[in-house]
Structures are given as structure tokens and as C-alpha cells.
């Protein structure tokens, strides 16, 4: 077969397989709730999935190979990043993977599941030499067809926005400030943080930040300090104060940091770092730019510089 993992990304991606009665390598019944969104980044190449093995209920990532030795080959077995992933998808099996922890990595075997035909459509298409692959069958295309399929992309994706919106809501039993303040956070990320920024959001409501909003210290210690990002021992003042005020808040709220691992910075401006963008956060939470509280204390300066190192 000659194609590469961007084809199994596209099986995965729009479920062009036969999914009727999955079951993973090790014969467990498997469902997909979601197949997650593709990540252009680094990490895992589907974030975000759902699915049901046996009868448990997993969330998370979801990692496709040609074969399940490239998980080796990649070298994913010494990252961390790719901890979560609840699904190896595959072409080929040809050796049993364990995360870090020493479990086995459920798999799924494409290899008898996606149709002949669909593999050589793709060869003709994307082995050929023109610039662009479908210049011999988009010309058949009724226009109707076109504006239609844009027209209901256009909505759907509206739609999905719009449930993702109200399932929020739901869950901050009608919340409204909570619920724009997740979504405010998660858009500090842009597209490659957007799901670290959204879990920063859960971590630390902003109802704790507004306890501490006079005070400029505490409220960089609990972004930072719960983005995981003073883990380590620093030098400078300023960072260690920052990491004695978050020992000291997160045994008052019962903070879980996240993991570093999750934060990416591959194909990011360096003011887009996840070790800088925090700070908009701060400016929120302190100066009172967002309607969730008030503020009329001295600006903050932004003295966290001396964090990225």
C-alpha cells in the first residue's frame, strides 16, 4: 500500500472505514463517541476524542501510525505529551505498546476496514504530479452542489459553537460569567493552547481570583503557579515569591497544577508562548477589564519576564 499516515489521518478524521462492530487488538468492544479534532501542532494527532472500550468512558487523544512500531520510532514512549492518549490507531500491528506508566496502549487495526477502492482513489489523487489533485473531477461539480455544501458548513459550524456554548452553561448551572470567562480564557490560546488555557479556566474559577484581585502577587502566583509553570527552582527573586505564594494558595484551594507537557510551542510567536500569554489573564483577573469584578488599584506591572528562561 502506498500512502502515508495523512491518508489514515483522513479515514480517521471523516470515519471512512468500516466501524460496524470495533473492537481493539485485544478484542475489547469499541465505540467512537468522537473522533476529536486534528492537531496540526505538536502532540498527539487527534485531541479532544471520546470513546467507549468496553464499558468505560475515555476522553482524550487519539495517536494514527502506519504501523504501531513508529509509536517507538517516534520516539513517543519517553514524551509525556502524549500520556493521554486513549487510542492507537493503526494500519498495521506489529508490536504491543505501553505508555510510560507500563499500560498496555489500546489499539485499533485499520488494515481490514477501509475499503480497496477509497485507497486507490487516493493514490490517483495525490500521487499525481498537477498542482492540484482534483482539477480533473471538480470541473463535474454543479455549482448548486457547491454552494450548498458551503452554506451548510457555514451552519453547522455555528451550531456547534452555539452547543458548545449552552453544554457550558449547563454545567456552570446557568453561570453566565463563568461560562464567558472559560471562553475569554480559552481564546488567550488561539488555536494551538486553546484546551490548556480552557483547563487553566476550570482549575482556578474566577470567583478565587476575584478574592485576590488587590492583590497583583497572589493573582500571577495562582495563573502561573497553576499552569505549571513554577515547578522549577528559579534564581531570581521575583519567580520564587511567586512560587511561595502558590504553595501556600494551593493547599488553601486544593489546586492541581497542570501538566507542563500540555502546553505547546512549536510554530508559535514568542509572544504567543504559553509562558507569556498567561499574562493577559492576570491583566484580566487584576485590572478589572472583564465584568466579573471591580478594580481601581495601581496598574500591574508585568514583572514576569524573568519566569521565561
Same mark, same amino acid.
Given at each position: 500500500?502506498?500512502?502515508?499516515?495523512?491518508?489514515?489521518?483522513?479515514?480517521?478524521?471523516? %470515519?471512512?472505514?468500516?466501524?460496524?462492530?470495533?473492537?481493539?487488538?485485544?478484542?475489547?468492544?469499541?465505540?467512537? $463517541?468522537?473522533?476529536?479534532?486534528?492537531?496540526?501542532?505538536?502532540?498527539?494527532?487527534?485531541?479532544?476524542?471520546?470513546?467507549?472500550?468496553?464499558?468505560?468512558?475515555?476522553?482524550?487523544?487519539?495517536?494514527?501510525?502506519?504501523?504501531?512500531?513508529?509509536?517507538?520510532?517516534?520516539?513517543?514512549?519517553?514524551?509525556?505529551?502524549?500520556?493521554?492518549?486513549?487510542?492507537?490507531?493503526?494500519?498495521?500491528?506489529?508490536?504491543?505498546?505501553? %505508555?510510560?506508566?507500563?499500560?498496555? $496502549?489500546p489499539v485499533l487495526v485499520l488494515k481490514d476496514r477501509i475499503a480497496?477502492?477509497?485507497?486507490?482513489?487516493?493514490?490517483?489523487?495525490?500521487?499525481?504530479?498537477?498542482?492540484?489533485?482534483?482539477?480533473?473531477?471538480?470541473?463535474?461539480?454543479?455549482?448548486?452542489?457547491?454552494?450548498?455544501?458551503?452554506?451548510?458548513?457555514?451552519?453547522?459550524?455555528?451550531?456547534?459553537?452555539?452547543?458548545?456554548?449552552?453544554?457550558?452553561?449547563?454545567?456552570?448551572?446557568?453561570?453566565?460569567?463563568?461560562?464567558?470567562?472559560?471562553?475569554?480564557?480559552?481564546?488567550?490560546?488561539?488555536?494551538?493552547?486553546?484546551?490548556?488555557?480552557?483547563?487553566?479556566?476550570?482549575?482556578?474559577?474566577?470567583?478565587?481570583?476575584?478574592?485576590?484581585?488587590?492583590?497583583?502577587?497572589?493573582?500571577?502566583?495562582?495563573?502561573?503557579?497553576?499552569?505549571?509553570?513554577?515547578?522549577?527552582?528559579?534564581?531570581?527573586?521575583?519567580?520564587?515569591?511567586?512560587?511561595?505564594?502558590?504553595?501556600?494558595?494551593?493547599?488553601?484551594?486544593?489546586?492541581?497544577?497542570?501538566?507542563?507537557?500540555?502546553?505547546?510551542?512549536?510554530?508559535? %510567536?514568542?509572544?504567543?508562548?504559553?509562558?507569556?500569554?498567561p499574562r493577559s489573564v492576570c491583566g484580566v483577573n487584576y485590572k478589572?477589564?472583564?465584568?466579573?469584578?471591580?478594580?481601581?488599584?495601581?496598574?500591574?506591572?508585568?514583572?514576569?519576564?524573568?519566569?521565561?528562561?
Amino acid at each position: 500500500m502506498n500512502f502515508s499516515e495523512d491518508f489514515l489521518h483522513y479515514v480517521w478524521q471523516f %470515519r471512512s472505514f468500516d466501524h460496524h462492530k470495533l473492537k481493539t487488538a485485544d478484542g475489547e468492544e469499541l465505540k467512537i $463517541l468522537h473522533q476529536g479534532f486534528l492537531n496540526k501542532n505538536a502532540g498527539p494527532d487527534f485531541n479532544n476524542a471520546k470513546i467507549i472500550i468496553g464499558e468505560t468512558l475515555w476522553a482524550g487523544n487519539v495517536e494514527i501510525h502506519i504501523k504501531s512500531s513508529d509509536w517507538l520510532n517516534h520516539n513517543h514512549q519517553v514524551d509525556k505529551s502524549y500520556d493521554n492518549v486513549i487510542l492507537h490507531v493503526v494500519f498495521e500491528n506489529d508490536i504491543e505498546i505501553k %505508555r510510560i506508566d507500563g499500560s498496555i $496502549l489500546p489499539v485499533l487495526v485499520l488494515k481490514d476496514r477501509i475499503a480497496r477502492d477509497l485507497i486507490e482513489k487516493y493514490e490517483t489523487l495525490f500521487l499525481t504530479l498537477t498542482d492540484f489533485p482534483c482539477i480533473a473531477q471538480i470541473g463535474t461539480v454543479d455549482q448548486i452542489h457547491i454552494d450548498s455544501f458551503l452554506s451548510r458548513t457555514l451552519i453547522e459550524r455555528f451550531e456547534q459553537k452555539t452547543e458548545l456554548v449552552i453544554a457550558t452553561l449547563h454545567e456552570l448551572n446557568g453561570n453566565w460569567d463563568e461560562t464567558f470567562y472559560r471562553f475569554m480564557a480559552r481564546n488567550f490560546g488561539f488555536k494551538v493552547n486553546a484546551l490548556p488555557f480552557e483547563l487553566l479556566a476550570k482549575t482556578v474559577p474566577q470567583q478565587i481570583y476575584g478574592r485576590h484581585k488587590n492583590n497583583p502577587l497572589q493573582i500571577e502566583a495562582l495563573v502561573f503557579g497553576s499552569a505549571g509553570f513554577l515547578n522549577d527552582q528559579f534564581e531570581d527573586d521575583y519567580p520564587s515569591s511567586l512560587k511561595r505564594e502558590f504553595q501556600f494558595l494551593q493547599k488553601k484551594y486544593a489546586i492541581k497544577p497542570l501538566e507542563v507537557s500540555i502546553w505547546k510551542f512549536m510554530r508559535m %510567536r514568542p509572544q504567543n508562548f504559553p509562558t507569556i500569554s498567561p499574562r493577559s489573564v492576570c491583566g484580566v483577573n487584576y485590572k478589572g477589564e472583564s465584568s466579573f469584578f471591580k478594580n481601581d488599584g495601581n496598574k500591574q506591572r508585568g514583572r514576569t519576564s524573568v519566569i521565561i528562561k
